[in-house]
């Protein structure tokens, strides 16, 4: 016998224990012989993650998907992992040396990395174990990570192969560049920040006048809300159609604090509508502004060192064609090595004191921060980085999608993609950083590049390349190998990967590639790729990119792109909202198994998922309704019969659940099948809360209680093996739960196998005429509770039923369900008429009028003033939030997600007030 109440705390561990020694989640396991593959690859978390509720959404859908094709009998592959996260592991292992007061450059490039691999050995990977409490069923004895061996080998192979094949280049291009990492950063790591900031208008003055501020002939006003790039400026643009600047197209003004000479050019970057029309342009401190300066050819001058100070002094860029004076000289000294925004301040006053400062102006703005420390200003910054040449790769991975070979889910994701795929930039791969994939590139003395898997055939390819030519280097090169000492002649690249580099390889490197496995050979191309909008860009592209150029073959035929997890109210979730919430806690409260099915009964396609705890409190009390019908099972001598055959049943009730159980498969299988998780799971909870325990369990008492004994007998057989359907029909999204009632309900034969590894039910029993006639008894028992809760009347009152225009198959049904109607409807009579009593509630169904008299229900007078308050109070309601909206102000200045609440709330008011006035209605009639 179950125990009284479902204990998750203690269940779960012990059912995950049962499923590892059972090796249930092994690739394979389980799988018909010659099946085919079903792979999927877990968007691999970064190691130094713990799980959110982005994560607990993403990992349940695909487990769904998992243990669903596992249970069919497929050759299942859940490849599980983990990404170094280079930038994040970096910050975490700094930030505990300096809390010892100890730099990462004091220890030295390979103590330092020495360090972080401790650090991964022992604190790295917590989210891995947090899945596993999720009942994530991953192969976990083939977890591979982005730095292991065998991936950093793939990686190789790719770089040197892209390079030699011209499609991975180093070039001096604008980056998103950290101050304080000191690294290159990429977009997907930076979050625009709205700040209130100012917008400065400095005066330009334009070359062979005399500047004079009262006099606008004779400057050109700029506007800038980064004052300190100014010192980089390499022009003035303005739109070639605006009257105001034609006349100056093609003439010079003269930057001020610079001296320098800067043309006037016209562009249609250059907004007239926009501030005074004329931009300033900075090749090196602007994305918009670099590929201005490429269209009209201008120099890029980067001003600023990589901590963001001011660097002009010294710099040769900035110097070139200038003959400043010593007053220029000075306020350069001045400036020297200041912080950006301490440059700003000394800039602005300098312009103020030469009139040069126009007017300041309040301005709210989007400033680039950095995504993880969200305190650090992004700054655009010039340098030489590795590029990949993205727009080659991207070809036939836009081809792929069009041609319909991968599949979008659901499809509108297809528009993102190719916007993004038609237009892409370079893709800038490397990274000032100590951790992660070091770029396998030496530069020789002369700064000749080679790039090899590894040192000793760079040094090779070197030796060829010096000796073959005739010159100082050649000589230099034959000197120093006369003594060779490694590092001599060549010295490595001191950057490494970005760290999509290496998890775009993920669906290939982690099956054993480059080398040709047997599970490469099975497994690839995986199957669903299940991951969210955000990283579209920047994983699943570069995956579909790599795996055709290296496979020849897309990744993966459909990518499932599932929606954000946000609050009860819509709103975004983050730390700062104080609206976060934790998957574990909920798992702690309510076991994995509710939060599960919240979020897969939650997941509709293209939808945001508006998680209350509450929900999740709600479907732990399915889970419980379950566990309640199986124990009130046993108390009712319900055990496994194998002998039970569906097409022998010959009960009217059972052959209706039997067809019932038929409908709710197919329905479950197509929900999962067609990735609508939510219509899945909501055909599981319809079938198992509503037909089998409110209706069958309930229908089915009479028959326990009886003394047919072989009504008795089949009822028992026929409920086990249903509840043995459900159990595998739930598996997927409770899969902790039903293992245990598969366990606790195996009788004494036992069972063959672990739930997780037995076969998908395919039920294909219907008996229509059985499913029509049970299921009128349900609508008509639904029908007489739903007037009497809307008529208030007291549970315990009873009354007679009304019959009008009925024919003989609906007589029929009544006389033979009479006992089911009276008992579970509260009726004391069933009365025939040739028509409906006047002032009665009435039900349709089917050609029949059933009606209860309300005067012997309830004192009606009183109902009236019941309702007319209800109707009163939702009346004042709807008016109060009518008002809101009505509101343009609130309505454009509101949250988005408290303007849909708002709109949710005035609808379910409306509904219900048209409920009230039509039960005010029938009792008015009555009366």
Excluded at 538 to 544: K, Q
Aim: hydrophobic content about 40%; aromatic content about 10%.
């Amino acid at each position: 016998m179950l125990e009284k109440t479902y204990d998750a705390t203690s269940v779960e561990p012990k059912i995950a224990e049962i499923w590892d020694d059972a090796g249930a989640f092994e690739a394979g396991a389980g799988a018909e012989p010659g099946a085919e593959s079903f792979t999927i690859v877990i968007p691999p978390p970064n190691v130094t993650g713990s799980l959110h509720i982005g994560h607990a959404l993403n990992n349940t859908l695909q487990d769904i998907m998992v243990r669903f094709e596992r249970m069919r009998g497929k050759n299942v592959l859940w490849q599980p992992g983990m990404d170094h996260a280079g930038i994040a592991t970096q910050m975490v292992v700094e930030r505990q040396l300096m809390e010892k007061q100890v730099h990462r450059r004091q220890l030295g490039r390979e103590k330092f990395v020495e360090k972080v691999w401790e650090w991964k050995d022992q604190s790295g990977g917590v989210i891995l174990n947090q899945l596993k409490r999720l009942g994530a069923s991953c192969d976990w004895s083939r977890e591979r990570f982005t730095m292991d061996e065998g991936l950093s080998k793939a990686v190789l192979e790719v770089f040197v192969s892209l390079y030699k094949q011209g499609l991975i280049y180093r070039d001096k291009r604008l980056v998103n560049w950290d101050p304080k990492l000191l690294t290159a950063i990429s977009d997907l790591e930076v979050e625009q920040v709205e700040i209130n900031g100012h917008l400065w208008h400095f005066r330009y003055p334009i070359e062979g006048m005399t500047f004079d501020p009262e006099d606008q002939r004779t400057y050109l006003v700029v506007a800038t809300t980064r004052p300190e790039t100014m010192l980089g400026d390499t022009a003035v643009a303005v739109n070639p159609d605006d009257e105001r600047y034609k006349h100056l197209i093609g003439k010079n003004i003269i930057l001020p604090i610079v001296g320098r000479k800067i043309p006037i050019v016209a562009d249609e970057y250059s907004d007239p509508e926009k501030g005074s029309g004329a931009v300033k342009i900075t090749p090196a401190h602007d994305f918009n502004d670099f590929e201005v300066g490429k269209r009209h050819r201008l120099p890029a001058i980067n001003v600023m060192t990589a901590e963001a100070a001011i660097d002009i002094v010294e710099n040769e860029d900035f110097l070139e064609g200038l003959e400043p004076t010593e007053a220029q000289r000075s306020l350069w000294e001045q400036l020297q090595g200041l912080d950006r925004f301490e440059a700003r301040k000394l800039i602005v006053k300098i312009m103020e004191e030469g009139g040069l400062l126009g007017k300041v102006e309040d301005h709210v703005h989007m400033v680039p921060h950095d995504e993880k420390s969200k305190s650090t200003i992004i700054e655009p910054f010039l340098t030489d980085q590795w590029y990949v040449d993205a727009k080659t790769l991207a070809k036939p991975a836009i081809e792929s999608v069009r041609a319909g070979r991968t599949k979008f889910v659901p499809r509108n994701w297809e528009k993102t993609y190719f916007e993004w795929m038609e237009n892409i930039q370079p893709w800038c791969i490397s990274r000032q950083l100590w951790w992660g994939h070091r770029i396998p590139a030496w530069y020789g003395p002369d700064g000749q590049v080679f790039v090899e898997k590894d040192e000793e055939t760079a040094l090779e390819a070197a030796i060829q390349h010096y000796i073959s030519h005739e010159g100082a280097w050649k000589a230099w090169v034959e000197e120093k190998l006369e003594n060779y000492q490694p590092g001599e002649i060549l010295t490595r690249d001191e950057d490494v990967l970005d760290t999509w580099f290496s998890s775009a390889l993920w669906p290939f490197s982690t099956l054993g590639w480059p080398d040709k496995t047997p599970a490469l050979k099975t497994y690839y191309p995986t199957s669903v790729l299940v991951t969210g909008f955000d990283i579209i860009f920047f994983w699943v592209a570069r995956m579909m990119m790599m795996g055709l150029h290296f496979m020849d073959e897309e990744p993966f035929h459909t990518v499932y792109v599932h929606a954000l997890v946000r609050d009860k109210n819509g709103a975004k979730m983050s730390k700062s909202k104080g609206n976060v919430i934790d998957p574990l806690e909920l798992m702690d409260e309510y076991g994995a198994d509710a939060l599960r099915f919240t979020l897969a009964i939650m997941a509709a396609q293209g939808r945001d998922v508006k998680l209350d705890p509450a929900r999740v409190a709600g479907y732990r009390n399915f889970g419980t309704k379950l566990w309640n019908a199986t124990r009130f099972a046993q108390m009712n001598g319900v055990e496994r019969d194998p002998d039970f055959i569906p097409e022998d049943a010959t009960l009217t009730i059972n052959r209706w659940i039997l067809t019932e159980l038929t409908r709710a498969s197919d329905a479950i299988t197509e929900g999962i099948t067609s990735h609508r998780f939510n219509e899945a799971a909501a055909s599981a909870y319809r079938f198992v809360w509503s037909l089998f325990c409110d209706w069958y369990l309930e229908l089915l008492k009479p028959v326990f209680s009886g003394d047919d004994e072989q009504a008795k007998a089949e009822a028992r057989a026929c409920t086990a093996y249903v509840l043995d359907q459900t159990y595998k029909l739930l598996h997927p999204m409770m899969p902790f739960m039903t293992e245990e009632l598969w366990a606790q309900t195996a009788g004494e034969g036992g069972r063959d196998e672990i739930l997780a590894l037995t076969r998908w039910p395919s039920p294909d029993f219907e008996d229509e005429e059985a499913a029509d006639d049970v299921n009128w008894l349900v609508d008509l028992v639904s029908g007489i509770r739903s007037v009497r809760a809307e008529m208030n009347v007291p549970p315990s009152a009873t009354a007679p039923l009304v019959v009008a225009g009925a024919e003989e198959t609906t007589r029929e049904r009544v006389a033979r369900h009479q006992p089911a109607i009276q008992r579970l409807a509260r009726i004391d009579d069933v009365v025939f008429s040739d028509e409906a009593p006047k002032g009665a509630a009435q039900i349709l169904l089917g050609e029949a009028t059933f009606s209860l008299p309300l005067g012997e229900l309830i004192d009606l007078k009183t109902e009236v003033a019941r309702l007319e308050k209800e109707i009163a109070k939702t009346t004042g309601e709807i008016q109060r939030l009518e008002k809101k909206l009505g509101n343009d102000k609130f309505v454009a200045n509101a949250p988005e997600e408290i303007v849909a609440a708002e709109r949710e709330k005035l609808a379910e008011f409306g509904e219900a007030k048209t409920r009230l006035e039509a039960a005010l209605a029938r009792v008015r009639e009555a009366g």
